[in-house]
């Protein structure tokens, strides 16, 4: 198994390339489709559509250094997203599909204006009469985990946690694993109606997990699976993950711990969806049987969230015990700093996960070994501003 998790990661892209690949296809193909974002189009590297359509300028001079500009373009940036998502909203009303994209920690800036919303679709759907609306599909990319530069005000995942708290059931979390998990949540989100898609991941470039029968299955099959060619049979404990990186981190975990503990069997179990109260999405949740097919009826379950982990731990609670649960996440402890400095900070390394391990095993040298490592990375880190553990 160790060289099968060594082989994992060689290939590496971005999905949010790969979602510019897809939204530049879709403005050739639907001569009504709008993208809307505040000033990132391009840093959220989604720049792809620039080739294909220009960004709304209306008459205003246009210089030599300007993007692809003109008085009828369809990509609409300003610096405002709640006056981006009032004109989106319209649109979409309308009948014509569109999609916002924006780093994560403003999204939360437009939470008021989502809720109306999500009460407009509720009433909507009972009058006969009014045809379904195209979904709110936002793009959330440039996440809590990822901006080394801007620091602790560009760290926020609140929105997920808004959205996933709403009774009416017209929210889906989506979280794709890898650029073709994000293939798969396009074409999900593009054939969606009546209802809000919050899709979060990496705009840089990530390991490739899944083929898209894979990414396909988790969509049909409740939001979850388990990832066999990381896991063992008969597990003695449960990994899981909702996130793109700290699902890597979980990944590294167990090949650490498969170097370390190898008589002990884990299973690897990914949820790309997530929705209130449920595993999944809005119409297709993780009935309970199946949890306890893949999540076991009894075994520790360790977990590790791109969010908040009380929000995970939330929607757990629905299908299991507290006590089998160990959740990890963003606990809102920011910097501008690295990468792993940031999973270290929020006790979500592949390091902090293995000691939960280490610690249920009773081996206190590995915890004391783990510890040490993610020590050594800090001062790493602080002496060279690059970590050491990649």
């Known amino acids: 198994m160790i060289e099968s998790i060594r082989k994992l990661g060689t290939e590496k892209y971005s999905p949010a390339k790969r979602i510019g690949e897809l939204l530049a296809e879709e403005f ?9 974002s505040p000033d990132e189009t391009t840093s959220n590297k989604f720049d792809q559509i620039f080739t294909v ?70 009433q909507s759907k009972t009058v006969g009469w009014r045809e379904p609306m195209p979904a709110i599909n936002l793009l959330s990319t440039s996440t809590c985990w990822r901006q ?39 074409r999900f989100m593009m054939e969606s109606t009546n209802v809000v898609n919050l899709t979060t991941f990496d705009k840089n470039e990530r390991p490739r ?10 969509f049909m099959n409740g939001g979850a699976s388990i990832y066999q ?35 002990v069997r884990i299973r690897f179990v990914y949820i790309n969806a997530l ?3 449920g595993i999944g999405t809005t119409e297709n949740k993780l009935k309970r049987e199946k949890f306890m097919e893949l999540f076991t009826v009894d075994k520790p379950i360790i ?12 929607i757990l609670e629905n299908y299991t015990a507290r006590g089998r649960l160990r959740v990890h996440g963003f606990n809102e402890e920011g910097s501008t700093t690295t990468p792993f400095e940031m999973l270290r900070r929020n006790a979500a390394s592949r390091y902090d996960v293995a000691i939960d391990v280490a610690t249920l095993a009773k081996r206190k040298n590995l915890v004391e070994k783990y510890a040490a490592a993610m020590e050594q990375n800090h001062a790493y880190a602080l002496r060279h501003g690059v970590d050491m553990i990649q």
Not at 209 to 218: G, Q
Not at 236 to 261: N, P, Q, S, W, Y
């Open 28 to 36: 050739k193909n639907n001569p009504h489709f709008y993208f809307f």
């Open 53 to 122: 359509e220009k960004r709304a300028w209306g008459d205003l001079p246009i210089e030599e250094w300007d993007l692809p500009e003109a008085a009828n373009g369809r990509i609409v940036e300003m610096l405002s997203e709640n006056v981006l998502f009032s004109v989106m909203s319209g649109h979409l009303a309308n009948g014509e599909p569109a999609m916002m994209g924006s780093y994560e920690a403003f999204y939360p800036i437009i939470t008021a204006q989502l809720l109306q919303q999500m009460k407009f679709i509720k």
């Open 148 to 186: 080394d530069h801007n620091g602790f005000t560009h760290q926020s995942p609140a929105l997920i946690s808004t959205l996933l708290s709403v009774p009416s059931n017209l929210a889906n979390c989506i979280f794709p694993i890898d650029d073709v998990a994000a293939e798969e949540s396009y």
């Open 209 to 218: 997990y899944i083929d898209s029968l894979h990414a396909n299955y988790e």
């Open 229 to 263: 060619f990381v896991s063992d049979e008969e597990p003695d404990v449960v990994f899981t993950a909702c996130g793109d990186i700290v699902a890597h981190e979980m990944i590294e975990a167990i090949r650490i711990l498969k170097e370390d503990l190898p008589e």
């Open 275 to 277: 929705s209130y109260r």
């Open 303 to 314: 977990a590790n969230f791109h969010g908040y982990p009380e929000t995970l731990e939330n």
